[in-house]
Every structure is written in structure tokens, then in C-alpha cells.
């Protein structure tokens, strides 16, 4: 029977730094501009294919409807 380590698999060894995707915080556009809390969402983006901020239609509950989100720094 052969018997072997767990972590001499490859994903045992890699970091976060050598992963191609991060992850980022996105926050609604619009309830800044109304004055009403904004909603954060985590999501990940692969950082070598997207290279630019990411924007996406998300649902914020303070505003009761599907705004924009933009990327923050993180």
C-alpha cells in the first residue's frame, strides 16, 4: 500500500500570492449620492484576464432595488 503526505499536493503549497484571483469589495454608486448606507458585496475577479475595476448590477436592500457597483479598495 502506498502511504504519502497530505501536504506534498500540489494545492497544499500554494499561497494566496501565487493564486491569479483576489478578492474585492464592490459598493453601491448610488445611495452615496442619497445619502442612505451603501451595501458591500465580496466577490473575486481573476487579476491577470481583468485588469480594470470591476462594476456590476447588485441588489441593495437599503434602497429596496438593483443598483451599480463599483470596486473599492480593499
Not at 502506498?2 to 453601491?28: A, H, T, V
Not at 449620492?33 to 475577479?45: V, W
Request: positive net charge; hydrophobic residues 30%; proline residues 3%.
Amino acid at each position: 500500500m502506498l502511504y504519502f503526505k497530505w501536504s506534498c499536493l500540489w494545492w497544499g503549497n500554494l499561497d494566496q500570492k501565487d493564486m491569479p484571483r483576489e478578492y474585492i469589495i464592490l459598493e453601491c454608486a448610488e445611495a452615496k449620492a442619497e445619502g442612505k448606507p451603501a451595501s458591500r458585496y465580496m466577490s473575486t475577479r481573476n487579476k491577470k484576464v481583468q485588469t480594470e475595476r470591476i462594476e456590476k448590477m447588485k441588489y441593495n436592500k437599503f434602497l429596496r432595488r438593483h443598483t451599480l457597483h463599483r470596486e473599492i479598495k480593499g
